[in-house]
């Protein structure tokens, strides 16, 4: 038998998420956590080698004290995957969601200046430093929280140059932090001020921009805001056919604001996922449902939190009709500004009416699929990276009952000791 | 001049909150943080010696190295004053919990045996080191996250032992952490179920189990929690009347799920505060903006949201009325699981629509005197207790802005650091 070099021993719950490595969970499978009680998890060569009884591994595996992590009745899962996160930007708008709070209207807020492209504006002007520093600072704090793969979209330069500085400051992320960076290239995100009058030399400019970020590898997947404000369905689809043509996988922005069929889009282009979906209806939820391998719907209950909006998306018809689900923080300094997913598990229990065993399964194993990497993470299972997290709480249900603190106590990533 | 023995320097912005320790700030004062930018503070003997710019205070007072904290360029302000929280009981509503997010009927919960007689009877059970040991454990996670003065009210064992050991577990809490613990008897909580037929007689109970209480000095306050569902107006009445005769300053559960008149009975016995108000009607705020001393209004943002409800207070109306509002966690099991002031007041802008600048006034020398300590804690001015916490942010709007992670970076409790 391989030896382990590290065990993760005395966990109340080991909380596998296995059994959902090809396709995501969905349907009654969305609640499927798997629990092994009194539990204990073997790493060995940065991959799972066994998880069982704390008991038995202990018996099983021989390591020195310091290569024991003690749960000490905590549970132990998987490491979050943070699905859809905004990482790189400049600035804040703090004052402006003040404002919002405070009853100012949005269009006004933008007449002045604010919204979306007050953070181009800043971002564009950035020293390349300095944004490393603010991603860096953020990812830190997700990784705090319990994530140990976070996606990075582009979508704050929209320019050339701009965009491939995201994307290297995405890679420079990797390369100084031991979480995984998944980087997604969103120059669709809108249309910036200098094009506003030639749409068409927008779309040329961000087709010989993906070219380009292929040709680097500086991102895996294309992700398009499809929404009035930003990109018309045609659009959308011309964006991703393309996109898909040079080999990038595909992520929409869809639903988020009216309904678009940017998730039949979705379905019909063969994304990986289909993200908001807070006014999906009932034909876009069949075509998700219904589609040879589902897009995963990846929710985003931060968001209406953070502008304190009644939308929600509809989490429970989407598992009904069997839209494997996903959550995540849609981290972004204007309409998420929180890097913590047990606040998004705390969030998708409330105000989407997940139950906590489907809220685990949505930022574990199906935020991985939402990332394509179902096969490599997002369980606790031998073969599988050793990205492993332990929570000081004696249950996954408090994932989701206790809010505003962070039971993430030890975070290893790769097999690697991140703290602990 | 006294030399510092602390100095905390660096700051962005020290909020001092200066200018109301003799009556709480109400109205337009309710958003006066007052604001030292590239501030300092200055500690000596446990009290504030001065507040002011970062360079003067360094030339000031000469200390070393290892005597000073530098806030780098985060946010100084008063620790947190936690005025209304259930900090002793055993067990937790996880299970219960998740079946009402699931939409299960209270009532049905109820007559499972679930609700607060279940924490009633848990916390019966509770051998007294357990209690204490959960009891540390939530203390400390709200020390964590900036409270420096907690309050602990009793009323989950509604009998004469019972309640006494619950204020005595509190007191053995402030023996073993630095933060202070402000004790509340609230054996009027419910009326337990061995009293079921026999009302007159629980409350001759809690009568005289205020004289034991008054004599052991076990508590500070008395608190009645008026409802329908608990204890009347008449009884509310006649047991603060009895509470403030033996000389408890008086505390009120009020208008939380009716409209009661229990707002306009605080004002005119002269409690200290009234909590919760989320149906408190247009004449409880007259009654309370008019009182000669108006009871501080206690918000408690976190219950709405860890049950997906929609009643909110009115705190707009209430600050225009002129009521002083305080907000705090309400920290307890059944309906409030957060530790976490900055949750509460991420919460209350929001949810309440308060700014931020009303809700750190709110959970700083507001809350000081909903318990009665408005004079000596709750804002950084010279002589008052150095009660200081470091925020990881650059600016106070921040608290409000950021969600769902912990921006305490350093706790300091009478001069001394707690963690930093």
């Known amino acids: ?30 609640s499927v956590v798997r629990i092994v009680r009194d ?12 998880v069982g009884a704390s008991d038995r591994l202990r018996r099983e595996h021989h390591v020195g004290e310091d290569q024991i992590i003690d749960a000490a009745g905590g549970i132990v899962l ?19 969601w003040e404002q919002r709070m405070q009853g100012k209207p949005y269009l006004e807020i933008l007449r ?37 793969t976070l996606e990075a979209k582009s979508g704050y330069c929209l320019n050339r140059e701009g965009e491939l500085r995201l ?20 120059g669709a995100h809108v249309v910036p001020p200098e094009f506003k009058h030639d749409r068409a030399g927008y779309l040329e400019l961000l087709d010989a921009l993906m070219v380009e970020i292929r040709e680097q590898q500086l991102a895996r997947f294309v992700d ?61 939820i069949a075509a998700l449902a219904q589609a040879p391998r589902p897009p995963v719907g990846v929710l985003l209950p931060g968001v209406p939190f953070h502008l304190a909006q009644s939308d929600h998306a509809p989490a429970r018809r989407l598992i009904d009709a069997g839209v494997p689900l996903a959550i995540a923080t849609d981290f ?12 998004c598990i705390a969030l998708a229990c409330r105000t989407l009416k997940m139950t906590a065993s489907e809220a685990v399964v949505a930022s574990t194993i199906n935020a ?22 332990v929570c000081d709480v004696p249950d996954h249900r408090w994932l989701g009952y206790a809010f505003g603190s962070n039971p993430v106590r030890a975070v290893v990533v790769g097999g690697e000791r991140v703290f602990d």
């Open 167 to 186: 994307l290297d400051v995405a890679r420079t992320v990797q390369s100084e932090l031991p979480l995984s960076i998944v980087s997604t290239f969103l």
């Open 1 to 30: 038998m391989t030896p382990a070099d590290l065990l993760i021993v005395n966990a109340a719950e080991v909380v596998t998420c296995a059994g959902f490595s090809e396709a995501p969970a969905r349907g009654a499978d969305q």
């Open 112 to 148: 002045e200046g604010g919204g979306i492209l007050s953070t181009v504006k800043k971002t564009r002007a950035s020293a390349i430093g300095a944004l490393v520093t603010g991603a860096v600072r953020w990812a830190t704090a997700c990784m705090e929280h319990g994530t140990t």
């Open 332 to 343: 972004n300094p204007g309409s998420s500004f929180t890097p913590s997913i047990p606040m």
């Open 224 to 284: 398009v805001f499809c929404e009035k404000e930003a990109f018309t369905l045609d659009e959308t689809e011309r964006l991703l056919i393309r996109a898909k043509s040079l080999g990038f996988g595909l992520k929409l922005h869809a639903e988020q604001f009216s309904s678009s069929g940017a998730a039949a889009l979705g379905a019909r282009l063969g994304a990986v996922s289909v993200d908001h979906l807070e006014h999906v209806d009932d034909a876009g």
């Open 78 to 96: 998987p490491g979050f995957v943070d699905c859809h996160a905004h990482l790189v930007f400049a600035g804040d708008r703090a004052v402006e």
């Open 39 to 50: 539990g204990a998890v073997a790493i060995a060569d940065g991959r799972i080698l066994a």
């Open 368 to 389: 991985a699929h939402a990332l394509g990497l179902g096969a490599e993470i997002g369980s606790l299972e031998p073969g599988k990276r050793a990205d492993v997290i």
